[in-house]
T-cell receptor, first 109, second 114 residues
Framework: GQNIDQPTEMTATEGAIVQINCTYQ??????LFWYQQHAGEAPTFLSY??LDGLEEKGRFSSFLSRSKGYSYLLLKELQMKDSASYLC??????????WGAGTKLIIKP | IAGITQAPTSQILAAGRRMTLRCTQD?????MYWYRQDLGLGLRLIHY???????GKGEVPDGYSVSRANTDDFPLTLASAVPSQTSVYFC?????????????FGPGTRLLVL
């Protein structure tokens, strides 16, 4: 079966750094996506990795290791507005997205 | 309109009733999708359409039907609603012309079936 695992909830302090991990087992791999979802809102695109390595975009970076079936999202200089759920999704051989349940990130002052 | 709109925003529905959730996009994207999101679970694909005139079944299609008469609209119909269809429904679209194919989401419809 196909499976995406991420921690259910994490807590971090404003101004700090947090790493959200995602491991996956899917039928094929055609890219990994990270989305942000604020409570009661729609998911919005954050990052995309298809090759191994780190992709940096401002305060957010995403890393991929295809051999390990592993990715992480790194958030630096945390702000209160970063409190949200972070969704990991993998595009499989059928070019459909398989979604993790999301990691709820709580930022404390 | 800019992006994807969904209607209604929320709905309370009696079990056994028929309901159509509407989704319209103005980005001229080829592909459109319907997901449901339930607490503790990832987004689950109900149906999708790679281009106008074609549709396909996702992970959880039972009890739902879709149509894609044109590029912009992708309605989702519950023929006879059941309480297990209580969920938040998201419509999404992507440009399947190749490359990144990022999915863009509508604001969602919150459905309660009693």
């Amino acid at each position: 079966g196909q499976n995406i695992d991420q921690p259910t909830e994490m807590t971090a302090t404003e101004g700090a750094i947090v790493q959200i991990n995602c491991t996956y087992q899917t039928s094929g791999f055609n890219g990994l996506f990270w989305y942000q979802q604020h409570a009661g809102e729609a998911p919005t695109f954050l990052s995309y990795n298809v090759l191994d390595g780190l992709e940096e975009k401002g305060r957010f970076s995403s890393f991929l290791s295809r051999s390990k079936g592993y990715s992480y999202l790194l958030l630096k200089e945390l702000q209160m507005k970063d409190s949200a759920s972070y969704l990991c999704a993998v595009r499989d051989d059928n070019y459909q997205l398989i979604w993790g349940a999301g990691t709820k990130l709580i930022i404390k002052p | 309109i800019a992006g994807i709109t969904q209607a209604p925003t929320s709905q309370i529905l009696a079990a056994g009733r028929r309901m159509t959730l509407r989704c319209t996009q103005d980005m001229r994207h080829n592909a459109m999708y319907w997901y449901r999101q339930d607490l503790g679970l990832g987004l689950r694909l109900i149906h999708y359409s790679n281009t106008a005139g074609t549709t396909g079944k996702g992970e959880v299609p039972d009890g739902y039907s879709v149509s894609r008469a044109n590029t912009d609209d992708f309605p989702l119909t519950l023929a006879s609603a059941v309480p297990s269809q209580t969920s938040v429904y998201f419509c999404a679209s992507s440009d399947s012309a190749g490359g990144l194919e990022t999915q863009y989401f509508g604001p969602g419809t919150r459905l309660l079936v009693l």
